[in-house]
């Protein structure tokens, strides 16, 4: 299984992208997809997940009304809406999954670099 994260670049600052993570590879079949970050410096964290089955989502504190994580069942993909960006976003965005037997993937991040 195969992650793979597209969709970063350079925005200006109260700007919009959306990030992909597509997951390829023999059958897989995702419990759960998570987005992480890190920014220069700093330790990676979290920053928003889905329960695959149920839709349930989670958001860190300091993107909740900003970011959203939808999701394409037929494609196995996982977005990151980010809307409003600040300078404070920049970072390496990577995706990661849990599959229903436990097992744990990680994908190669994307680079989003916000300008004030």
């Known amino acids: 299984v195969q992650l793979q994260a597209s969709g970063g670049g350079l925005v200006q600052a109260g700007g919009s992208l959306r990030l992909s993570c597509a997951a390829s590879?023999?059958?897989?079949?995702?419990?759960?997809m998570v987005w992480f970050r890190q920014a220069p410096g700093k330790e990676r964290e979290f920053v928003a997940s889905?329960?695959?089955?149920?839709?349930?989502?989670y958001y860190a504190e300091f993107v909740k009304g900003r970011f959203t994580i939808p999701r394409d069942n037929a494609k196995n993909t996982v977005y990151l809406q980010m809307n409003s960006l600040k300078p404070e976003d920049t970072a390496v965005y990577s995706c990661?999954?849990?599959?229903?037997?436990?097992?744990?993937?990680w994908g190669q991040g994307t680079l989003v670099t916000v300008s004030s």
């Open positions: 990661a999954a849990a599959s229903v037997t436990s097992d744990e993937y």
């Open positions: 590879g023999r059958t897989f079949r995702p419990y759960k």
């Open positions: 889905i329960t695959w089955n149920s839709g349930t989502t």
